[in-house]
C-alpha cells in the first residue's frame, strides 16, 4: 500500500523553527520546563500540538517517560484531529516516510496495511496538506526519544470514535509500541474560564468518561473519546500530569488556548512512587491522628493539587486494622474526588464511621495498621450463572462488585485471603448485597477491577510537617 514517496513537513518554519539545530534547543529548553510525572510508565498518552513555544513544556511532560525507558518503543501511534481538510473517517497517507529537519521517520509498513482495512479508515494524501496535529507530535518525540522509531500517522475527521477506537486495537501492539494522541484543550476563553473548564476536562479523562467529551473542550475529543473507550477496555489508568495555557509564555489572557498532558498506563503494573506512597501514608495518618483528638471531626487539609501523583481522579479503600483484625474498612467504588482527598477522607470514615466497629479510640492508634487500596475502572464480566462468573475471576487478582439495581457490595482482592474458593467468594458478596442466596439473583451485574494496595503501622504525623512536606516537595498540575 505504501508509495515510495516522503510526506514532507507542513508547518515547518511556523510552528517550530525550520533549523535543525534551533529546533533542537527549542526542545531540549522545554523539556527544562517539563513537570516531574511521578514516574508513570504509560502505553498511550495525550499530548499538545499548538506551536512549540506555547505547548512544548507540557508536550515534553507526555513524552518524557518514554524517552527514559531503558527501551524506548520501537513504534509511535499518533493520532490527531484534522483541521485544515473536513472528511468523515479515518484518514492514513500513502508516504512511506515522513521528513522534518530533524530527518524521516519510517511508516511502519504492516501496521499501516493492516490499519487501511479496518472500519472507516482510507488512504488520502489529501487531508494531510497543511496539518500540524501529527507533525508537532514527530518534531517533539524525534527530538527526545534517544533511538530511532517508525510511526503509524492516523488523521481523524468527523468520525464515530468507536471506530477510532478500533482503529487503535489494529495497531496496539505490544511494549514495542507507543500510542501518542494529539489533542489541545479548550480554545479562545479567557484564562480563568480556561483554567476552569480545562480542570474539569481533566477530571473526565481522568475517570474515563469518554461521553461527557465534546468539542467544546477538546479539539481532538474524537481521538481522545476513542483512546477512552479502549483505555476502559484494556483497564488502563489515566493520570493528568501537566495543565498550562497559552498565557502561562505570555499570550493575550483574554483569549488562550488550554493544553494538557496524560498518561494512560496498565493498571495491573502502575505504581505511585515510594515518596508519593509515603506522602499519602504520612497525609492519611496526620489526618486520623487529628480526627482521634477532636471526636472524629477531620481536619481542614490543604493538599489537593501539592503533587501530580496524588491529585488525579481516583476511587481508593483504606483498611484499618488491629492486631490483624479488621477494625474498620470504608471506600470510594468509583472516582468522586482527588486521589488524596479521597484516601484522607476514607482514613477518616473507615474509624469513625464503619457501622461494624465503635469509633475509634486514640488510644487505639499506637496498635494500628493503614493499608490503601486504589481501584482501577471496573469492568463488567459475565454473571448470568455462578459458574460463568467463578470462570471469569482471576483469584487473589481480582476485586469484585455485584449487585441489582441499587443493592450492591464490593470485596477488595485482599478478601481472597479469607475465602480463596471462588464459589464461596461470590456467595458472601452476594449475601454482602443482600441479595437472595438460595438461588443465583436474577438479573446480577458484575464488574471486576484490580488494586494498588501499600500500607504500614501507625506512626504519629503532625499535620504541620505534611504541609511544609507537600509545599516543599510537591508540584501542582498548574
Known amino acids: 500500500m505504501l508509495a515510495s514517496e516522503v510526506h514532507p513537513a507542513q508547518v515547518a518554519g511556523m510552528f517550530?523553527?525550520?533549523g535543525p539545530e534551533s529546533l533542537n534547543a527549542l526542545i531540549a529548553d522545554m523539556r527544562k520546563r517539563a513537570r516531574p510525572?511521578?514516574?508513570?510508565?504509560?502505553?498511550?498518552?495525550?499530548?499538545?500540538?499548538?506551536?512549540?513555544?506555547?505547548?512544548?513544556s507540557v508536550a515534553a511532560t507526555a513524552f518524557g517517560p518514554w524517552a527514559r525507558r531503558a527501551e524506548p518503543p520501537?513504534?509511535?501511534?499518533?493520532?490527531?484531529p484534522a483541521h485544515r481538510v473536513a472528511f468523515h473517517g479515518l484518514a492514513v497517507h500513502p508516504a512511506a516516510k515522513w521528513l522534518t529537519p530533524l530527518g524521516e521517520a519510517p511508516v511502519a509498513p504492516i501496521a499501516l496495511a493492516e490499519l487501511a482495512k479496518a472500519r472507516g479508515v482510507f488512504v488520502d494524501p489529501r487531508p494531510f496538506a497543511g496539518e500540524h496535529s501529527l507533525e508537532m507530535h514527530l518534531v517533539m518525540l524525534q527530538a527526545m526519544l534517544p533511538a530511532p522509531f517508525e510511526i503509524v500517522p492516523i488523521l481523524v475527521g468527523g468520525a464515530d470514535p468507536h471506530d477510532v477506537a478500533e482503529a487503535l486495537r489494529v495497531v496496539w501492539g505490544g511494549p514495542e509500541t507507543a500510542i501518542a494522541v494529539s489533542s489541545d484543550l479548550s480554545h479562545f476563553l479567557d484564562r480563568s474560564s480556561a483554567e476552569s473548564i480545562d480542570a474539569d476536562t481533566a477530571r473526565r479523562i481522568e475517570t474515563l468518561d469518554a461521553p461527557s467529551l465534546a468539542g467544546r473542550r477538546a479539539c481532538g475529543f474524537l481521538p481522545i473519546k476513542g483512546a477512552l473507550e479502549i483505555a476502559a477496555e484494556r483497564d488502563l489508568r489515566a493520570s493528568g500530569l501537566h495543565l498550562a495555557t497559552s498565557a502561562d509564555v505570555g499570550a493575550d489572557p483574554s483569549r488562550v488556548v488550554g493544553y494538557g498532558a496524560f498518561a494512560f498506563e496498565y493498571s495491573a503494573s502502575a505504581r505511585l512512587a515510594e515518596a508519593d506512597?509515603?506522602?499519602?501514608?504520612?497525609?492519611c495518618m496526620a489526618a486520623l491522628g487529628e480526627a482521634a483528638r477532636n471526636g472524629g471531626k477531620p481536619p481542614a487539609l490543604c493538599l489537593n493539587g501539592e503533587s501530580a501523583a496524588l491529585s488525579p481522579w481516583r476511587a481508593t479503600f483504606v483498611t484499618l486494622t488491629e492486631n490483624e483484625r479488621l477494625?474498620?474498612?470504608?471506600?470510594s467504588p468509583a472516582p468522586r474526588r482527588p486521589l488524596i482527598d479521597d484516601a484522607i477522607a476514607n482514613t477518616v470514615q473507615a474509624a469513625f464511621a464503619d457501622p461494624r466497629f465503635a469509633q475509634l479510640k486514640e488510644s487505639e492508634l499506637p496498635g494500628l495498621r493503614l493499608d490503601i487500596s486504589i481501584l482501577s475502572h471496573p469492568r463488567p464480566i459475565p454473571a448470568g450463572s455462578e459458574s460463568a462468573l467463578v470462570s471469569a475471576l482471576e483469584p487473589d487478582r481480582d476485586g469484585l462488585i455485584l449487585g441489582v439495581g441499587r443493592r450492591?457490595?464490593?470485596?477488595?482482592?485482599?478478601?481472597?485471603?479469607?475465602l480463596p474458593d471462588g464459589r464461596a467468594f461470590a456467595r458472601h458478596l452476594i449475601a454482602k448485597a443482600g441479595l437472595e442466596t438460595t438461588g443465583w439473583p436474577e438479573g446480577l451485574e458484575a464488574m471486576r477491577f484490580r488494586v494498588e494496595s501499600f500500607g504500614a503501622p501507625w506512626r504519629s504525623v503532625d499535620v504541620a510537617e505534611i504541609a511544609t512536606a507537600k509545599n516543599e516537595g510537591a508540584q501542582a498540575l498548574h
Not at 450492591?408 to 479469607?418: D, E
Open 16 to 18: 517550530y523553527p525550520a
Open 37 to 56: 510525572d511521578g514516574g508513570v510508565a504509560p502505553k498511550l498518552v495525550v499530548a499538545p500540538h499548538a506551536g512549540i513555544v506555547y505547548s512544548g
Open 74 to 80: 520501537r513504534r509511535i501511534v499518533i493520532v490527531g
Open 277 to 283: 506512597r509515603e506522602l499519602l501514608l504520612s497525609a
Open 327 to 331: 477494625r474498620g474498612c470504608i471506600g
Open 408 to 418: 450492591r457490595a464490593l470485596f477488595l482482592p485482599s478478601v481472597w485471603r479469607q
